[in-house]
């Protein structure tokens, strides 16, 4: 069993930034994939980034590449995902999570069905 706690969202300008803190608890944090996926209002859960066991291989949707950076500390059972150059189509609730096996191939990684455990989410509200 993983638990998992997002924090961090808030509300912000466009163009500012937020880094979002996922913390895992349970076994074999180190050992899984973790990613973030969003939901806003009236939209379907997407896709945003991926890390694999390492932290070594990481993967972004289009929509946030070259802004959005995932990182993690296994030392620590924590997923950070730094987000910079905000624009008000982020907005969302952000989710974490956590999958079983330790590295998500293409096609396969952006998909929701591929991580078993879920955080709460944390909103992000980017302003105009």
């Known amino acids: 069993q993983v638990q998992l706690v997002e924090s961090g969202g808030g509300l912000v300008q466009s163009g500012g930034s937020l880094r979002l803190s996922c913390v895992a608890s349970?076994?074999?944090?180190?050992?899984?994939?973790m990613g973030w996926f969003r939901q806003a209002p009236g939209k379907e859960r997407e896709f945003v980034a991926v890390?694999?066991?390492?932290?070594?291989?990481?993967y972004y949707a289009d929509s946030v590449k070259g802004r959005f950076t995932l990182s993690r500390d296994n030392a620590k059972n924590m997923v950070y995902l730094q987000m910079n150059t905000l624009k008000p189509e982020d907005t969302a609730v952000y989710f974490c999570?956590?999958?079983?096996?330790?590295?998500?191939?293409?096609?396969?990684?952006?998909?929701?069905?591929?991580?078993?455990?879920w955080g709460q989410g944390t909103q992000v509200t980017v302003s105009s």
């Open positions: 999570a956590a999958s079983t096996s330790p590295n998500l191939s293409m096609g396969v990684y952006g998909k929701s069905v591929s991580y078993y455990y």
């Open positions: 349970g076994r074999g944090f180190s050992s899984r994939a």
């Open positions: 890390i694999n066991w390492t932290g070594g291989s990481t």
